[in-house]
């Protein structure tokens, strides 16, 4: 499916949601952002000049994934706004070819997408941007690079640990400097365990994953409900805790909708832990009337879109991070995640560095009791 194709289909679609967003919450689309027509979700916006709040998704997630909190930012004085990101849900124009326009999914540009629409609302600025997963990588983005226009930031469920860092003190002949293991060392050394295991990013980034969960053997709907769930609290598995290393052999103690069996996709791994029909019916913060919204667009789009992004942290992207290198981000800065999350803890050492050194303005960590990755 080409991008024309997305766009064409998106111009024909029913309304939004199917009848579930909460009222008070509208959704249309905004055109020429970035090259984009991007669609959003807004609450607050029946008064103008309120101050506006950017909420950032991740994957596989979309703009309704905020439905449950828009309302309450909303009635406590913000106008704020939730877009289906790049290459995500009824934002047309992009390329979701595996071998496309890789480009345009790189973090720089994703910021420009949020800047772009920031503009296009009539703001100058926004009191908070808050990212979500991968959100909360593109977010503490804005304010590194735009802190006149993002003026604080809320990371949740991903650590940031700051701009990779140049090489510093190296022009000197016979100067040692010792370089952390790459990940892509990390990443081989998973291979070559007695149980071979594969890093659910590399995955992301193989040709194969789009197909794998678009077409999952039980349907998409039945492999995001599995999804979901295992990255839940409702999955009593999930007892996260600190890592001693960015190794092989400490990050294969991760769950393995993480750290991956090296012979098995993501739709068979999540497959093994299904929840049952009571759990299911059970299962308050995600019915399956609900559900079905995410099963619909992603059936429509594929995952593909949200899988680029994961291709723009290796090769060659991470060097025009370090444009940044060393830079702190100088908003009121926070974290909030799900006590059950193994998100807090997946790059070892993240959220300590995020918490002593990232911001000038930090605020605090919040891990909530019961809730896991989807906080």
């Not at 999914?105 to 420009?112: A, D, H, S």
């Not at 659910?200 to 349907?219: C, F, I, L, S, V």
Request: with cysteine; net charge neutral.
């Amino acid at each position: 499916m080409s991008a024309a194709i997305v766009r064409k289909i998106a111009s024909n679609l029913p309304p939004y949601a199917n009848g579930t967003l909460p009222p008070g919450i509208r959704s249309h689309v905004v055109n020429n952002i970035n090259g984009l027509a991007m669609h959003l979700l807004e609450a607050g916006f029946e008064t103008r000049g309120r101050p506006a709040v950017l909420l950032l998704h991740g994957f596989p997630e979309l703009a309704y994934s905020w439905r449950k909190v828009m309302l309450p930012l909303a009635n406590a004085g913000f106008y704020v706004v939730a877009p289906d990101q790049r290459g995500y849900g009824r934002t047309t124009g992009w390329d979701d070819a595996y071998d496309g326009d890789l480009d345009s999914f790189r973090i720089p540009n994703l910021v420009r997408d949020a800047l772009g629409l920031v503009s296009a609302l009539g703001y100058r600025s926004v009191a908070a941007v808050v990212g979500h997963d991968f959100g909360s990588i593109v977010a503490p983005y804005c304010p590194l690079i735009r802190p006149d226009v993002f003026r604080s930031v809320v990371l949740m469920s991903a650590p940031f640990g700051g701009p990779p860092p140049l090489p510093f003190n190296t022009a000197e002949q016979g100067v040692q400097v010792a370089a952390a293991p790459s990940r892509a060392k990390v990443f081989d050394d998973l291979e070559k365990l007695e149980r071979p295991r594969k890093h659910y990013q590399r995955y992301y980034q193989t040709r194969e994953a789009d197909d794998n969960m678009r077409k999952a053997p039980h349907g998409i709907h039945a492999f995001l409900r599995a999804y979901f769930h295992v990255k839940s609290a409702d999955w009593k598995q999930n007892k996260p805790y600190k890592l001693a290393s960015f190794s092989a052999g400490e990050l294969a103690r991760m769950p393995t909708y993480y750290i991956m069996d090296l012979d098995k996709g993501m739709a068979e791994t999540v497959s093994l832990e299904m929840p049952s029909k009571t759990e299911i019916a059970n299962c308050r913060w995600l019915p399956d009337t609900e559900l079905a919204i995410y099963a619909a667009e992603f059936a429509r789009t594929g995952f593909q879109g949200g899988l680029q992004w994961y291709r723009c942290l290796d090769g060659k992207y991470p060097a025009e991070l370090q444009t940044w290198s060393g830079r702190t981000i100088d908003v009121p800065t926070c974290f909030i995640s799900g006590k059950s999350d193994w998100g807090t803890y997946q790059v070892p050492g993240a959220i300590e560095t995020m918490e002593s050194r990232v911001s000038t303005q930090w605020r605090g960590t919040h891990l909530v009791e019961g809730a896991g990755h989807w906080v």
